[in-house]
């Protein structure tokens, strides 16, 4: 059964850039849609951006332009890094996958979570 | 697409039936609607895609009907492990986005 393990600093300097790897347990990155999603405290989800197995990727207009998201075969992870980040970037970051490899699809398999707090 | 779920907050015992509602400002297309339930300190667990498709391993207590703006999620028989909030998120429209939530909490 595949898994995802979000793994990163807790605590981000605004400016800074966030960065964070998800592992991916029990299974392979294969043909999925491969997402970041956050949850800041009070707020509702939101989704950050998605990479397909073959390395093409979309992001949240709100956040494109600080966003990269990038895949990792050979070590069976994808990341995620947020440019520019300010307090409003704290959050829970949650990984996930999609249910299956068509688009647009739900999100079926979700990392626990880790906490970023953006301070000084 | 902003969805707004209905009520914020229900209160019911152990049993009851609870109905849950998700509005959407602008039609959700090919009803790309899902619906997650997440417990404190969990991440959310995906109940129903497609407005009314199952996920693997969730009981049939749970079911998803609507199309176009409105969209319910039923749970037919609360029972303890139930009570959580519950999230509807459309995924036809990009980006996908999601309601603010709404908490079944134990009356």
């Known amino acids: 059964q595949v898994q995802l393990q979000e793994s990163g600093p807790g605590l981000v300097r605004p400016s800074e850039t966030l960065s964070l790897t998800c592992g991916v347990s029990g299974g392979y990155i294969s043909a999925y849609y491969w997402s970041w999603i956050r949850q800041s405290p009070g707020k509702r989800l939101e989704w950050i951006g998605h990479i397909y197995y073959s390395g093409s990727t979309n992001s949240n207009p709100s956040l494109k332009s600080r966003v990269t998201i990038s895949l990792d075969t050979s070590k069976n992870q994808f990341s995620l890094k947020l440019g520019s980040v300010t307090a409003a970037d704290t959050a829970v970051y949650y990984c996930a996958r999609s249910y299956s490899g068509s688009y647009p699809d739900a999100f079926e398999i979700w990392g626990q979570g880790t906490m970023v707090t953006v301070s000084s | 697409i902003v969805l707004t779920q209905s009520p914020g907050t229900l209160s019911l015992s152990p049993g009851e039936r609870a109905t849950l509602s998700c509005r959407a400002s602008?039609?959700?297309?090919?009803?790309?609607l899902a619906w997650y339930q997440q417990k404190p300190g969990q991440a959310p667990r995906l109940l129903i895609y497609g407005a009314s498709s199952r996920a693997i391993g969730i009981p049939d207590k749970f079911s998803g009907s609507g199309s176009g703006t409105d969209f319910t999620l039923t749970i037919s028989w609360l029972e303890p492990e139930d009570f959580a909030v519950y999230y509807c998120q459309q995924y036809g429209s990009s980006p996908g986005t999601f309601g603010q939530g709404t908490k079944v909490e134990i009356k």
């Open positions: 602008q039609s959700v297309t090919s009803s790309y």
